[in-house]
T-cell receptor
């Protein structure tokens, strides 16, 4: 599984757009990029997944350049409730039935009033 | 949709005591199931995963064990807890053929 690198922490203010970048230089051809969100004392929650270009859902957008060696999670107009840890994961979408997810330390996003 | 149930929510146990954490899955059959542990301020460490009844794989050698006696039941156990076993334990499931993992609410274990 490809190793990922993301900032340890970020600060933002309500109403701003937040972009969290993840580096994955050794991403494999069949790897997908997935982001999870975790609030304190809760399990992570799936946010978005993509393979290339741009993916958008009701929560976030995911931008993936052509070389796929990095990706950016974009949260539009954050609120205090977006304060959480965000994890970037890279791996095969279907991993022979096992789909082991490797969670790093993630990025702690703090949104301030 | 798939729902992961875990209990208890919190647990305080003395060193050397046994442990049994239960996880059940609702809303799907034949899920892949996972146990993770999270230390304070850290990422998730995968402990065990299972692709079916009595099919368990261990990621990290330790004094914990896991069992899957039924399709939608996953149990984490220990015969004798260590102080280092303290942490936030999360059960997760993945639909057969799916890619998203769904997590339970977690159990915060404190070993004293």
């Amino acid at each position: 599984l490809a190793k990922t690198t993301q900032p340890i922490s970020m600060d933002s203010y309500e109403g701003q757009e937040v972009n969290i970048t993840c580096s994955h230089n050794n991403i494999a051809t069949n790897d997908y990029i997935t982001w999870y969100q975790q609030f304190p004392s809760q399990g992570p929650r799936f946010i978005i997944q993509g393979y290339k270009t741009k993916v958008t859902n009701e929560v976030a957008s995911l931008f993936i350049p052509a070389d796929r060696k990095s990706s950016t999670l974009s949260l539009p107009r954050v609120s205090l409730s977006d304060t959480a840890v965000y994890y970037c994961l890279v791996g095969p979408r279907f991993s022979g039935g096992y789909n082991k997810l490797i969670f790093g330390a993630g990025t702690r996003l703090a949104v301030h009033p | 949709s798939q729902t992961i149930h875990q209990w208890p929510a919190t647990l305080v146990q003395p060193v050397g005591s046994p442990l049994s954490l239960e996880c059940t899955v609702e809303g799907t059959s034949n899920p892949n199931l996972y146990w993770y542990r999270q230390a304070a301020g850290r990422g998730l460490q995968l402990l065990f995963y299972s692709i079916g009844i009595d099919q368990i794989s261990s990621e990290v050698p330790q004094n914990l064990s896991a069992s899957r006696p039924q399709d939608r039941q996953f149990i984490l156990s220990s015969k004798k807890l260590l102080l280092s076993d303290s942490g936030f334990y999360l059960c997760a499931g993945r639909l057969a053929g799916g890619y998203e993992q769904y997590f339970g609410p977690g159990t915060r274990l404190t070993v004293t």
